[in-house]
């Protein structure tokens, strides 16, 4: 798979920016365009008007993005994502945009209950809005999700996810992607991990419901690529066991190399970001 083009489709909170930073170590920064995750429309739409003499020459492409920016390459490419169970994504963003003072948000989420957040924000069910790629309004996470919304994610993780990973079950999603793309996961360290929140059993149990019924299609998708998660590790479970051990050695950098390894990642972010943004 060195010869695709890695399509990183990043559903928000799901342990993406761990991941990005260990792409940016794997693959030449200046070689990947990275949708803002600050400025994520405008960095999309961005994307979408590059020419495709340049879109020729990435090897990642990775973002807070609809499903659909394959159709603008000239070569071969796949995706790959990381799904999170809806409940834990949706507490996870409201503490974070609770808690994080440069959030686009804070202001208006001060004062505002997790089950007020839950029942007003635009952004449900946004895994399976993202999965399907369907056409719609600008605001690509804003809409309402259909039945046809559920299948076309569906249809689209079948045809074109070499991998749809899972967040509670992260260590086992990057070992499968080592042994799928020959990554070397020399190190690994958590990024942007919300410190600020209850564990989801903290949470009454009437508000995880309300939360559900209104992520119900992310439910659905996230329930569905469950069992192809699973299957893809039983395939693999030679390998995977034996990328287990490293992936848990490239934790093992103790205090002062994982303060250097977290500089160093800074940098070939704000490489990588820089170059996307030229």
Known sequence: MASQTLLYLHLPKSGGTTLNRLIEWEYSPLRIYSVDPSFFRWSW???????????????????????????????????????????????????????????????????????EYATTTPHHNLQCKLLAGLPGPRDFLAGDCTEATLEAAKANLAAHF??????????????????????????????????????????????????????????????????????????????VDAAMQEVSRARRLGVVGNAAYQAASSFRKAVSRVRSMI
């Not at 949706?90 to 997790?114: C, D, N, T, V, W």
């Not at 079950?169 to 080592?178: G, M, N, Q, V, W």
């Not at 990024?191 to 929140?197: C, E, G, S």
């Open 45 to 115: 739409y961005r994307l979408l008007r590059q020419p495709e003499r340049r879109l020729g020459r990435l090897q990642v492409v990775k973002g807070h993005m609809p499903f659909g920016i394959h159709r603008r390459l000239p070569q071969p490419s796949t995706y790959i994502t990381v799904l999170r169970d809806p409940v834990e994504r949706i507490i996870s963003e409201y503490y974070f945009a609770l808690h994080y003072r440069l959030h686009p948000q804070y202001k208006r989420m001060q004062g505002m209950s997790l089950e």
């Open 162 to 239: 070499t991998l749809a990973g899972v967040t509670e079950r992260f260590d086992e999603t990057l070992a499968l992607i080592k042994v799928l793309f020959g990554w070397k996961l020399a190190h690994y360290s958590s990024f942007n991990v919300t410190p600020i929140r209850p564990d989801k059993e903290a949470v009454p149990e009437a508000v995880q419901r309300v939360i559900a019924e209104r992520n119900s299609f992310d439910e659905a998708i996230y329930r569905h690529a469950l069992p192809l998660f699973e299957r893809q590790l039983e395939e693999n479970r030679a390998a």
